[in-house]
C-alpha cells in the first residue's frame, strides 16, 4: 500500500516585504544625528555625518578604521 503524504509548506517570508527599503526622510535623518549629539557618541556622528554626505553604505563604513 503507497501512501502519498501532501505536505503544502508556506515559505517563511510570506508575510514579509521584499526588495529595496525606502530612503529616510529628512526628519529622520535629523533625529539620528540629534540622538547622537545628545548621547555625546562624537565618533558615532562623525562617521554618521560622513555617510550621510559621502553616501557612503552601512558595508563600507564598518571597513573603516579609526
Request: charged share 25%; hydrophobic share 40%; with cysteine.
Amino acid at each position: 500500500m503507497n501512501i502519498i503524504a501532501t505536505y503544502s509548506r508556506q515559505p517563511w517570508n510570506q508575510t514579509q516585504l521584499v526588495g529595496q527599503k525606502y530612503p529616510l526622510r529628512l526628519r529622520d535623518l535629523w533625529a539620528i544625528r540629534v540622538r547622537l549629539q545628545i548621547a555625546e557618541l562624537t565618533r558615532d556622528l562623525v562617521l554618521y555625518d560622513l555617510a550621510i554626505d559621502s553616501k557612503l553604505r552601512a558595508c563600507d563604513l564598518t571597513k573603516l578604521r579609526g
